[in-house]
């Protein structure tokens, strides 16, 4: 069975950055792409950045030049910089890994920006 599993969430402080992973693993299929998405109290899941098989990345605006994602394919890990933190960026951020068969959610990861 698939699982993923994320860590890195915290509290830091505006202007602040944190590290997001997320770890799949019991998969047969190769992973092709990595997304990660956030939701904060009140609003839509919303796509933060995605990172396709061949490396391509897809940013929100509202992260650009702040978050970079990455993907270490032997480690089947996908992972989000956060850097510049802002009062906007709270939210619980979920990675979704999508194989040509299957789309799975990690359990989310709680950031919390506050001074």
């Known amino acids: 069975q698939v699982q993923l599993v994320e860590s890195g969430g915290g509290l830091v402080q505006p202007g602040g950055s944190l590290r997001l992973s997320c770890a799949a693993s019991?998969?047969?299929?190769?992973?092709?792409?990595m997304n990660w998405y956030r939701q904060a109290p009140g609003k839509q899941r919303e796509l933060v950045a995605r990172?396709?098989?061949?490396?391509?990345?897809v940013y929100a605006d509202s992260v650009k030049g702040r978050f970079t994602i990455s993907r270490d394919n032997a480690k089947n890990t996908v992972y989000l910089q956060m850097n510049s933190l802002k009062p906007d960026d709270p939210a619980v951020y979920y990675c979704n890994v999508q194989t040509s068969i299957w789309s799975n959610w990690g359990q989310g990861a709680q950031v919390t920006v506050s001074s």
């Open positions: 019991g998969s047969s299929f190769s992973i092709n792409t």
């Open positions: 990172i396709t098989g061949g490396g391509a990345t």
